[in-house]
């Protein structure tokens, strides 16, 4: 294996003091305009890449940030971290993607792991954490922004989306069209934005009276494979109801599965709604009506907000609130 060039090695290939190399790579004054070319000139013969171990230890930086989602599997996370990446290249960042499963335990691990490797910054989405251990670890962060999840300290940036209004909104839809018997598949009750969607949910039915069932809610892990067996479940047990809200896309494309598999027209036995209007929304049969939540633009303002708060220390963490907005398409008109 080729051993790793260093600035000893540059120093004496190119005949000058470890001290010069060092001027030269941090560009500091020191080293004349003849010997700065001399060095750069064996920096590039050499193929030198300085040790971003020895730059941190300089600089009090690495230069990379850490970007942890609950999983990158759902093309609505994705997108997310896709736009804060470009954000982070633009600056000249590297990111280190965090993947937790749902699982409160993983995503504790990744964020010790992340501050181990001392980055920069962090931006955590959708927090399966309880308050008092989320904002434990977060405090260990020089800077960090939650995305879908309330900040509960001024040192914390945020960008949050109404999901009570979104919930609401669902409903209210339903209700202009005339269902009475709406189930609800909720996500993970451990989510917050799963709290939010079910509280627009019942707010929204009480607003017209009508009793809220439990046999009518059920909560389960939000992908499609999921989505079908609970709402295969809930239908197949409930023929009373005539629409679904479902917390994402995701699970209302298993919602679609699984009236087809009991052989329910979608939308005239039963309407659907998702929530987080993904690409796949537009492309199924019938096409989703969801809520649209701006995935490209949180993550791109989520990077800009953690990053302004990296180079100025003394900027003022924000907070950004977001409302989602109904797109009526074929799967409930």
Known sequence: MAKRVTMHDIAQTAGVSLMTVSRVVNNKEGASHATRKRVMDVIEELNYRPSSIARSLATRHTGTLGVVVPDISNPFF?????????????????????????????????????????????????????????????????????????????????????????????????????????????????????????KGYQTALRAVDIPIKDSWIRHCHPVVEKGQETAYDLLKNNPELTALFCHNDLIAVGALQACAKLGLRVPEDIAIIGYDDIGLAALVSPALTTLHVPMVEIGTQAMQMLLERIECSTAESKEIHLQPKLVVRASAP
């Open 78 to 198: 994705s997108s997310i971290v896709r736009s804060a990446e470009e954000e982070a290249y633009a600056k000249d960042y590297s990111v280190f993607l965090g993947n937790t499963n749902e699982d409160p335990k993983r995503e504790l691990a990744v964020l010790q792991s992340l501050e181990d490797n001392q980055v920069d910054g962090l931006i955590l989405c959708s927090s399966r954490l309880e308050d008092h251990a989320l904002f434990k670890i977060l405090a260990r962060f020089s800077t960090s922004v939650l995305v879908f999840r309330e900040r509960k300290s001024a040192d914390v940036g945020a960008i949050t989306v109404d999901d009570v209004f979104g919930g609401q909104a669902a409903i209210e839809h339903l209700l202009r069209s005339g269902h009475r018997n709406i189930g609800l598949i909720s996500g993970p009750p451990i989510s917050t934005s799963a709290f939010g969607r079910l």
